[in-house]
């Protein structure tokens, strides 16, 4: 509301401005939307860059997206209690670097520890595979120059779960690659938080880890350190001859879906119930993401629906985090879910983003991040907002300012 106050008070100062017939005749004062212009008066700090962003008129809910459409068939909704296994298991597998004839996965599969899929090997996952972990530091890790074959159908999905059907019970799936990033050493490389032997990054943008169709990951989020805590899918410099469509995230107490740079592009992903972000990406990602439904879970807790940033620790690292995404539902917690924040200097362009209850829709955070904005290299089309208290805010880096 305090916003929307300083919003009607501006446009109403601004409307001044416009209101003289002749020059000589003018009256009141004339406000200078661009600080520094000679064509008027500089206000100084009477107009903060968060203001002349609002002014701008640029991010608006007009009313014209429908999202991404009906809340697909093949996912599961928050009242889906997990996949169980029936029967015993047909591989176990234990931590350590997969063998050759431990590369080609059906029926039922359990992994103990960090289970890795070495380079220049590819694993292959047959539909309707259900994959357990019995312990909590349990994951699974396809390595640079690896490949993953994991192709499920709508009717036989594969899944990756956990003994325990709770969150935070183990630590999902993690596909490291070449493509670029913007947070690399020397080598345009870097490390995951939970292994710093395993490298990421590098200039092949191409680069192919493989395929994930249907594919559901349930209750991960175990965590690693007081820092760290695994998602559900984590995508590192994946690139994009990786085909990503219809995922789901369930469940998860980290993010559901996360990407650090890459170029891979995804369509028809899900995240339902994840106590983090439900979709995050940052580091240089520049993806095209198509159709994707959020839906969070009142009863525990949760973050941002998207949250997206460039690099923390330089907001104009290139290359920018600049994704495309279409077609997008977010279903948060009325007046509490903040459903989009991008900040950190991040770029990219949405068309038909459908948000029902929020707090706030879009959330634009740093001075860069609003400048993008305003220069329309970081653009929203077709955007409806229901039940949103605030379509969108931004929040500039001035400290002192009023």
Not at 280 to 308: C, M
Request: aromatic share 8%; proline share 2%.
């Amino acid at each position: 509301m305090k916003k929307q106050l300083r919003f009607a008070a501006l446009a109403l100062l601004a409307g001044l401005s416009f209101t003289s017939c002749d020059t000589n005749d003018a009256k009141g004062p004339i406000v200078d939307l661009n600080p520094g212009d000679s064509t008027g008066v500089n206000p100084g700090d009477d107009l903060r860059l968060e203001d002349e962003a609002l002014l701008a008129g640029k991010i608006v809910s007009n009313g014209a997206a429908t999202g991404a459409g009906d809340f697909p068939a093949w996912a599961k909704g928050l009242d889906y209690e997990g996949t169980s296994v029936n029967g015993g298991f047909d591989l176990e597998l234990t931590a350590g670097e997969l063998s050759d004839d431990q590369l080609s996965w059906s029926g039922n599969v359990s992994i103990s520890g960090a289970v890795k899929v070495p380079a220049n090997k590819v694993l292959t996952i047959a539909a309707g595979t259900v994959i357990e972990a019995l312990s909590t530091d349990s994951y699974l890790m396809v390595l640079q120059d690896a490949k993953i074959m994991a192709e499920g159908t709508a009717d036989n999905m594969i899944v990756f779960t956990s003994t325990v059907k709770e969150p935070k019970q183990w630590g999902g799936l993690l596909i490291n690659g070449r493509a670029p990033i913007n947070n690399g050493d020397s080598k345009g490389e870097a490390s995951p938080e939970i292994d710093s032997s395993v490298k990421y990054g590098g200039t092949v943008s191409d680069d192919d880890s493989g395929v994930l169709k249907y594919v559901r990951v349930e209750f991960s989020g175990y965590k690693f350190n007081d820092e760290s805590e695994h998602n559900a899918f984590t995508f590192s410099a994946v690139g994009s001859k990786t085909e990503l469509s219809y995922l789901q995230a369930f469940k998860g107490t980290d993010d559901g879906l996360e990407w650090f740079g890459g170029t891979v592009n995804g369509t028809d992903l899900v995240s339902v119930g994840c106590e983090d972000d439900s979709f995050d990406w940052a580091h240089g990602y520049k993806g095209t993401l198509t159709n994707l439904w959020v839906i969070q879970d009142a009863s525990r807790p949760y973050d941002k629906g998207f949250e997206i940033d460039n690099n923390s620790r330089n907001n104009s690292a290139e290359p920018y985090t600049e994704a495309r995404v279409n077609n997008v539902t977010i279903t948060g917690i009325d007046g509490e879910t903040k459903a989009i924040r991008v900040r950190e200097g991040a770029k990219g362009h949405f068309t038909n983003v459908k948000i029902i209850n929020a707090k706030v829709g879009f959330d634009i955070v740093n001075d860069v991040t609003i400048n993008n904005v305003l220069d329309n290299k970081l653009t929203v089309s077709a955007y409806t907002a229901e039940n949103v208290a605030d379509e969108v805010v931004y929040v500039d880096d001035c400290e002192t300012c009023n």
